[in-house]
């Protein structure tokens, strides 16, 4: 099992431009997540997906969206970059209720 | 609303002394508390967890903390740490659907 993939690993962005950062796992979870780490802020979250079809904004969703594609893949877009989200970004997914999560490598993301 | 509070930014501590972590936390329900730790350039891998049960959890490479709801904490210990123990230390708390983090504790173990 690879248990979470984050593509990419790294990328620049220019402000104003888009991009899509792609997760998928591969242990049949229910829900999925994504967070943005920023130093002293420990993780926040962006948006999380508690099944396939649903989707809900988490405590920092501004100048994001998500696409749950199916129950393995949850891609996170940036539609317009901004230097405030420079930060590194992981993807995660849970299985049953309260259990623990299980997190991607991340995604270093830098915007010019 | 839940919340964890890490009041700790940064531990340095020698190596083969005993470290504690501390780790707060406010639920108006029942709590799932989680530790992860992070590796430089990695993704937060779990320690440990409590769900139910034994208010003492413990993990496979030493660590172990407990469950107090009377002063709502769930603090992480190890009796004698390793070098290898470097690491950022996340407290977390389950809500509905969702995982509230601390803002991390950084050990640093020093030889």
């Known amino acids: 099992n690879a248990g979470v993939t984050q593509t990419p690993k790294f990328q620049v962005l220019k402000t104003g431009q888009s991009m899509t950062l792609q997760c998928a796992q591969d242990?049949?979870?229910?829900?999925m997540y994504w967070y943005r780490q920023d130093p002293g802020m420990g993780l926040r979250l962006i948006y999380y997906?508690?099944?396939?079809?649903?989707?809900d904004k988490g405590e920092v969703p501004n100048g994001y969206n998500v696409s749950r594609l199916n129950k393995r893949e949850f891609s996170l877009r940036l539609e317009s970059a901004a230097p405030s989200q420079t930060s590194v970004y992981f993807c995660?997914?849970?299985?049953?209720?309260?259990?623990?999560?299980?997190f991607g490598p991340g995604t270093r993301l830098t915007v010019l | 609303a839940q919340s964890v509070t890490q009041l700790d930014s940064q531990v340095p501590v020698f190596e083969e002394a005993p470290v504690e972590l501390r780790c707060n936390y406010s639920?108006?329900?029942?709590?799932?508390l989680f530790w992860y730790v992070q590796y430089p350039n990695q993704g937060l891998q779990l320690l440990l967890k409590y769900l139910s049960g034994s208010t003492l959890v413990e993990s496979i490479n030493g660590f172990e903390a407990e469950f107090n709801k009377s002063q709502t904490s769930f603090h992480l210990r190890k009796p004698s740490v390793h070098i290898s123990d470097t690491a950022e230390y996340f407290c977390?708390?389950?809500?509905?659907?969702?995982?509230?983090f601390g803002t991390g504790t950084r050990l640093k173990v020093l030889a």
């Open positions: 242990m049949n979870h229910n829900s």
């Open positions: 639920s108006s329900v029942s709590v799932y």
């Open positions: 997906s508690a099944s396939e079809g649903t989707t």
């Open positions: 995660a997914s849970s299985g049953r209720e309260n259990s623990e999560q299980f």
């Open positions: 977390a708390v389950h809500g509905t659907y969702k995982y509230i």
